[in-house]
């Protein structure tokens, strides 16, 4: 399957919010947010978020399914607080789509990586949970590597974020 990968624009907030409770509901320990607080949020909340993700130096992209049109996937990159580093986040895929040689995780990262390139990033950093074993397999598959770094996840602080890295140039 071909899927379309598409920059989230400012007036996406509805679609937005749609496939962030998706993600809340489908994979809760991937993000540093509860569904109850997603569902909470407002039109304004969801507004700025679209418009965030449009802002110089981050994007945004959505892989859209070129049957349905609907949103099946998320990849995003932002500025990291490192030099020459972005930081990838909001990855998730819609488990209809998962794994089965549908490739639109690697379509999407492919697509990050060359908008990263494009801004001079040598560097690619995220965040996994420790139990989120598919999501990390799928890194290491891609060349990232835990550089040993580590966090406690927001949510519950038993828990840990590790931090694997992928050099980009």
């Known amino acids: ?7 989230i624009g ?18 809760p320990m991937a993000f540093g947010e509860t569904l109850d607080h997603a569902r909470l949020q407002g039109e304004g ?12 130096g981050r994007i ?19 500025p990291s607080r490192k030099e020459a580093t972005v930081d990838l986040i909001g990855v998730w895929v819609d488990p209809a789509h998962r794994g089965r040689g549908h490739g639109v995780a690697d379509a999407l990262l492919d697509a990050v990586i060359a908008w990263a390139r494009g801004g001079g990033a040598g560097w690619m950093l995220l965040g996994v949970h420790e139990a989120n074993h598919r999501a990390a397999a799928f890194y290491r598959r891609r060349g990232f590597t835990y ?23």
């Open 1 to 7: 399957m071909e899927y379309r990968i598409e920059r």
């Open 10 to 27: 400012r007036d996406d907030w509805q679609r937005l919010r749609t496939i962030r409770l998706a993600q809340l509901l489908d994979t």
């Open 45 to 56: 909340t969801w507004r700025a978020r679209t418009k965030w993700l449009n802002e110089p």
């Open 60 to 78: 945004g992209l959505v892989a859209v399914d070129p049957v349905t049109g609907e949103w099946v996937a998320t990849m995003l990159a932002v």
């Open 147 to 169: 550089n040993g770094a580590e966090t406690p996840y927001v949510l519950d602080e038993r828990a840990r974020i590790l931090e694997m890295v992928l050099p980009l140039g």
